[in-house]
Every structure is written in structure tokens, then in C-alpha cells.
């Protein structure tokens, strides 16, 4: 037989604005949201986590390099960027593009870019999405 608990709702008044949404919309939330940091240089950095198809896309982007694990590692970081000061900063098609993107970001781009990871999705340790690997 099967056992069901029925929970009382809570009113409007008393509900966080998390509770009006089931689990799997919360974490899509999540997912989906974007963060703005800034770096030590004053720059307002835009990121979002990149979903699978982006992982994929960088993998393509970098050709033979992908091979190379501390490179594409390296790289994973810059694909969280979506604009710089509000300009919008596409991800990297090539490895040109990339080399670009890193220039670009500088080391203190790439500080700011993974302290906000570690905050707000919480990294793995090699850079990649833990949910992939599963």
C-alpha cells in the first residue's frame, strides 16, 4: 500500500518566493541565471553556466587541442562569459577566438570568473560539469 502526506499550504504572506516553484523549476532557475562580477581591473563580467551543447561547442572550437586535458581546462572558465561592461562577448567558434577571449579576460578576468563558479554553482575541481560525467 501506498503511503501519501499531504501538506498544508502555506498563505501568500508566509510563502518565500522559492516555495512557488516546484524543486526541478528551482534548479532550472539556478541553471539558467546570470551573474554579473567584477574583476580587479573594474570590469563588470556577465556569466552563466554553459549547458552541454556550449561544453560540446568549445570541445569543437579548440580542434586537436581538446586532446590536450590542462588546455581545455584552462579554457572552460571563459565559456561562463557573456559580456564585458555590458558588451556581449560570444563564445569562442575557433582557437583564435578563444586565444582572443583569454587575452581579453586576463588573469584577473579568469580570478573573478571562478570565484563567482565556486559561488554560485559550485565547481568541480577539474572545471568540468560533474552532471556529465555521471
Known sequence: MTKITINPQRDAATASAEDAYTPTQAILRKEAS????????????????????????????????????????????????????????PSPSNREQMRALISRLGEEGFEAIKS???????????????????
Open 34 to 89: 546570470q551573474v554579473d562580477v567584477t574583476d580587479a581591473r573594474g570590469r563588470i563580467l556577465t556569466l552563466k553556466k554553459p549547458d552541454v551543447l556550449a561544453q560540446f561547442d568549445l570541445i569543437e572550437a579548440l580542434g586537436d587541442l581538446a586532446k590536450n586535458d590542462v588546455y581545455r581546462i584552462m579554457c572552460i572558465p571563459a565559456i561562463y562569459v557573456v559580456a564585458i561592461d555590458g558588451s556581449p562577448a
Open 116 to 134: 563567482a563558479i565556486d559561488k554560485h554553482w559550485g565547481a568541480a575541481e577539474d572545471g568540468g560539469d560533474e552532471s556529465v560525467k555521471k
